[in-house]
C-alpha cells in the first residue's frame, strides 16, 4: 500500500509544470535593436542582453528574454541601438595632448613638432595617456590596443600602464624594445616590465602584453631579430608599424627589409601590420599566405597625407583587417564613425566604386576585425555569451537619423558620437551622454592642461629629432 501511495505522488508531481529555472544578473537590457556582430549576423532585429556580476555575457538573443531571467537592474531600450563597444586596434593614447598641431605636416614633420611634448617626464606621461583613454572611451572605444612607445626612458612604460589600468578601458599594452640599446640593453628592459605587468594579468582591464613594433621601419636588423625572439619565447602578438609615410625613399628602403620579418619569425599569425599603406603585391601575397593581419587607419593616413590602404585588395587575398583611430595628435578626434566613414568614402573614391565596400564591411572592421587582429577576439568585439559586456546604448533619434531603411546604413552612415547615451565596460556603466562617471576624469583634465601649457612655455619652439617612429 506505502509503495502505491508514493507511486501516486511521484506520478502526481511529475504530472506539474516544471518550473522555470531562474537566472540572475547584474543588468538586463531588452527591446533594443541588437548588433551582435557575430560573423554569421545577417540582420539586427530586437532582442535582449543580460550581463553578470563578473562583468561577462551570460545570455544575448533575439526576441523577448526567457522568463526566468531576473537582474539588479532592467534597461528598456526600445527604439535603441545596442551594439558592441568599439575596438580600436592601433591607438597612442598619449597624444591626446596635442591635437591640432603640425596641421601642414606629414609623417615626419609631424613628429619632429609633437615630439618634445610626448617625452618631457614620466608624469606627463601618466597625465597624458590617462586623459587619452577618457577620451576614447567618450567615444565609445571600449578597447584598445594601446602603443605606449617608453622607449627605454625611465618609469615611462610603468606610468602608461598605470594610466591604462586608472581609466577603465580594456587595453592591449603595446611595449616598444628601446631603439638606442644595445640587445643586452633592449632584453633587460622588455624582461623588467613584462614581468612588471603580470600580476595584473586577468584580474583588470588588461587584455595582454604585446609588441608595439618598428621592424623595418628602424634599420636595425638585430632589433627586428630580437623582436621575433620575444615573440617566440613569450607567445606575444606584435603589431608593426609598417609602409606608412608616402615618401617614396622610406616606401623602398621598408619594402626591402620586409624578408626580416620571416628571418626573425615575426611573420605569421601573431603579427598584424599598422597602416600597410604602400605594400608592393609581393609583400601582400606573403602577408596573406603567413596568415597575418593588418590595421587600417583611414583618419590618421588622410591627416598626414600618407595615402588610402587597398582594403579590396587586402581582403581579396584573405588578409584579415581591423581598424584604429591611431593616436588623437594624427586622427585628432577619436571617433570611430568618423574613422568608418572616412575609410568607407575614400575607398569609393578611389574605386568609382559604390559597391566595392559597404556600411557592415565597416562596422565589422571597428568591432571584431578589430578584435580578431590584436589577438583579442575570444574576449571582444562581438556580443556573445562568455564574452565581457562592453556594449553601447545609440539612440538614432538623439539626432534625427529618419527611418532606420537599413539598419547598418543608418548606424555608419547617419549617427556619430553624439547618439551614445551610455558606454559599458565590464557591465558597468563609465560613460552617459558624453560625460566619462570616472570621478577624476575633471581633475586629470584640468592636469593635462596645466602641465601642457607649462611644457609650451618652457620650449622655444615646437621642434624635435627627426625621426620614423610612432
Known amino acids: 500500500m506505502r509503495c502505491l501511495i508514493l507511486a501516486c505522488v511521484a506520478s502526481a508531481l511529475a504530472a506539474l509544470p516544471l518550473r522555470a529555472e531562474v537566472e540572475v544578473g547584474r543588468i538586463l537590457v531588452k527591446n533594443a535593436i541588437l548588433f551582435t556582430l557575430q560573423p554569421d549576423e545577417t540582420a539586427p532585429r530586437r532582442g535582449y542582453l543580460l550581463a553578470g556580476d563578473d562583468g561577462k555575457i551570460l545570455r544575448v538573443g533575439y526576441g523577448d528574454p526567457p522568463s526566468g531571467i531576473r537582474a539588479t537592474q532592467t534597461l528598456d531600450a526600445t527604439g535603441k541601438i545596442l551594439m558592441p563597444g568599439f575596438v580600436s586596434a592601433h591607438s597612442h593614447a598619449y597624444q591626446a595632448a596635442t591635437r591640432g598641431l603640425a596641421g601642414d605636416q606629414a609623417l615626419d614633420g609631424w613628429l619632429a613638432a609633437n615630439w618634445p611634448y610626448w617625452h618631457a617626464s614620466a608624469q606627463d606621461h601618466y597625465y597624458d595617456t590617462l586623459a587619452g583613454c577618457f577620451d576614447l572611451l567618450r567615444h565609445g572605444i571600449t578597447t584598445a590596443f594601446n602603443f605606449n612607445d617608453g622607449n627605454g626612458q625611465p618609469g615611462f612604460d610603468v606610468e602608461g600602464f598605470k594610466a591604462e589600468l586608472a581609466s577603465g578601458i580594456r587595453f592591449v599594452h603595446g611595449y616598444c624594445l628601446p631603439l638606442k640599446a644595445t640587445r643586452e640593453g633592449r632584453l633587460a628592459d622588455f624582461e623588467a616590465f613584462y614581468a612588471y605587468t603580470r600580476p595584473f594579468s586577468g584580474k583588470t582591464a588588461f587584455l595582454g602584453f604585446a609588441l608595439g613594433g618598428y621592424s623595418c621601419v628602424v634599420p636595425d636588423k638585430d632589433y627586428a631579430l630580437l623582436e621575433g625572439e620575444i615573440m617566440q619565447k613569450y607567445g606575444l602578438y606584435n603589431q608593426a608599424h609598417y609602409l606608412e609615410a608616402a615618401d617614396p625613399r622610406q616606401i623602398e628602403a621598408q619594402r626591402a627589409r620586409f624578408g626580416w620579418f620571416a628571418e626573425s619569425g615575426e611573420l605569421g599569425p601573431r603579427l598584424s601590420f599598422g597602416h600597410l599603406v604602400h605594400p608592393d603585391d609581393s609583400i601582400l601575397r606573403q602577408i596573406a599566405a603567413s596568415g597575418a593581419g593588418m590595421v587600417w587607419n583611414p583618419l590618421s593616413n588622410g591627416r598626414l597625407a600618407s595615402g588610402t590602404a587597398d582594403i579590396p585588395r587586402i581582403r581579396a587575398l584573405g588578409i584579415r ?71 553601447l546604448i545609440i539612440d538614432p533619434h538623439r539626432m534625427e537619423t529618419g527611418p532606420m531603411f537599413d539598419p547598418y546604413g543608418t548606424l555608419v552612415l547617419a549617427c556619430g558620437v553624439p547618439n551614445i547615451e551610455k558606454v559599458y565596460v565590464g557591465a558597468r556603466l563609465i560613460v552617459e551622454n558624453g560625460t566619462c562617471l570616472n570621478p577624476d576624469f575633471a581633475r586629470v583634465t584640468a592636469e593635462v592642461a596645466g602641465r601642457m601649457a607649462r611644457l609650451r612655455a618652457n620650449l622655444e619652439a615646437p621642434t624635435g629629432p627627426a625621426t620614423t617612429r610612432r
Open 321 to 391: 583587417v581591423g581598424m584604429g583611430v591611431d593616436g588623437q595628435a594624427s586622427a585628432d578626434i577619436a571617433d570611430p564613425f568618423e574613422n568608418m566613414r572616412s575609410g568607407l568614402y575614400s575607398i569609393r573614391s578611389r574605386y568609382q566604386d559604390a559597391s566595392v565596400l559597404q556600411p557592415r564591411d565597416v562596422l565589422g572592421f571597428h568591432t571584431l576585425g578589430a578584435a580578431d587582429v590584436i589577438g583579442a577576439a575570444g574576449h571582444v568585439g562581438s556580443l556573445e555569451k562568455g564574452k565581457y559586456a562592453d556594449f
